[in-house]
């Protein structure tokens, strides 16, 4: 039954939804990647596809940006259209000077000082944590496809233009254990934990708080390949 939100109906969309931030990116990854394609979504422009990878059917749709946008579509899709899987693929900015761009990490937990989870259901969890069966099949995925994958923790910040002099990173970095900052995977996975279903973040170094290096947004939006082969292989 379709949401205020998402125009589908059960069965529109597969057991497993890959989900870019960027609606375009969904349209990208349907075209270049996905055979016998529907498109199944395009409420306010958030455009959604299932098709078939390798033989499994799968579904892409857009999430939009911050958690308060992957909150609605991700609780949505798990509690109205039997969606168990959720795996982000994303762009993020690296906090270390390790990590370059196009690197590829995985998401090993997620860090943030939002109020998603306790507005949401009270919880006071600063670290989130993503599926334990969904992070296996994408370390197995990245060896089998000969792609190189770091796994990580990350940042989940609410807040994309920052004020100050960057010195709020020192704590982050040192105390928090994060290598690289997106904006959704927090809210992602409390999701996944709150439904009991399944969510995994993979991302891609678009650009670096220590060094000057950066992805066009053109870039972004076509050239993150090998993150976006390692989640259609590893979906279940």
């Known amino acids: 039954m379709a949401t205020p939100h998402i125009q589908a109906e059960k069965g529109d969309f597969a057991k497993t939804v890959i989900m870019p931030g960027d609606p375009l990116r969904a349209k990208m990854i349907a075209e270049r990647f996905l055979t016998d394609v529907t498109q199944v979504n395009a409420v306010r422009g958030m455009l959604g596809f299932t098709g078939l990878y390798e033989g499994k059917r799968v579904s892409v749709m857009g999430s939009g940006m911050g958690m308060p946008s992957i909150g609605i579509y991700s609780y949505e899709l798990f509690t109205q259209f039997d969606v168990e899987n959720i795996i982000r693929v994303g762009s993020a900015g690296a906090y270390t000077e390790d990590l370059d761009v196009n690197d590829v990490v995985l998401a090993e937990s997620a860090w943030s000082e939002s109020s998603f989870a306790r507005t949401q259901n009270g919880c006071t969890d600063e670290v989130m944590f993503p599926s334990r069966m969904l992070n ?12 190189e994958m770091r796994t990580v923790p990350i940042h989940s ?3 994309f233009y920052r004020s100050g002099d960057g010195s ?12 690289a900052v997106e904006m959704e995977s927090f809210a992602l996975f409390h999701n996944a ?6 969510a995994a973040c993979i ?4 650009d670096s708080f220590v060094k000057p290096q950066i992805l066009t947004a053109e870039e972004r939006q ?3 390949t090998n993150m976006i082969e390692i989640a259609l292989h590893a979906a279940p």
């Open 168 to 179: 709020y990173m020192k704590p982050i970095v040192e105390e928090k254990g994060c290598k």
């Open 222 to 224: 076509n050239s993150m």
């Open 136 to 147: 296996e099949r994408m370390i197995e995925a990245a060896k089998e496809k000969g792609k």
């Open 193 to 198: 934990g709150v439904t009991g279903k399944n």
């Open 157 to 159: 910040s609410d807040v």
């Open 203 to 206: 991302l891609t170094i678009s």
